[in-house]
């Protein structure tokens, strides 16, 4: 089993006050089974550069954080492959999606890998297992009957 971390829940946990719950899961996942997309890494690296120019202290701060994760998941970041390209286009025709959070979903799909988010509505009619961290807790969303026309994919 593996999970794949959406990028809210990756700065949850970095927060100082961040949500007991996130940080109780991830912190209770095992390690080699926790996965993030290379599209969260640029996410993250947007939102360095965007401090760059307002908060410079802030954005080193942050630019340690994101070294921290390349050597923690090293092995554990994964592309966007072909493969996951084409699945987005499967999901992203019967349920569009913006473009990040489609690719999100189609990596998870891919992998046969359950999607954790705190904004699991972004998800929804993908097909995707999702770990629901909300602010109460963290509980899995089995996938809502969306139907692909390949094999293994069927709900």
């Given amino acids: 089993m593996g999970y794949l ?4 829940v990756v700065s949850e946990v970095r927060k100082r006050n961040g949500s007991s719950h996130v940080k109780d899961w991830v912190g209770g996942a095992h390690g080699p089974t926790l996965y993030l997309s290379s599209l969260t890494v640029g996410e993250i690296r947007c939102g360095v550069e ?30 966007v492959t072909s493969e ?6 499967r999901l992203n025709a019967v349920r569009p999606l913006p473009t990040a959070d489609g690719l999100i979903a189609a990596t998870a799909r891919v992998n046969g890998w359950t999607l954790v988010s705190r904004n ?20 899995t969303r089995r996938p809502a009957g969306l139907r692909l026309d390949r094999p293994g994919w069927d709900e």
């Fill in 50 to 79: 965007r401090r760059r120019h307002s908060d410079p202290a802030q954005a080193t701060i942050l630019e340690r954080w994101l070294h921290g994760l390349h050597r923690q998941f090293s092995d554990r970041i994964v592309p």
């Fill in 5 to 8: 971390l959406d990028t809210n």
């Fill in 120 to 139: 699991v509505k972004d998800f929804e009619g993908t097909g995707v297992s999702v770990v629901n961290c909300s602010a109460v807790g963290c509980s």
């Fill in 84 to 89: 996951v390209a084409e699945e987005w286009g």
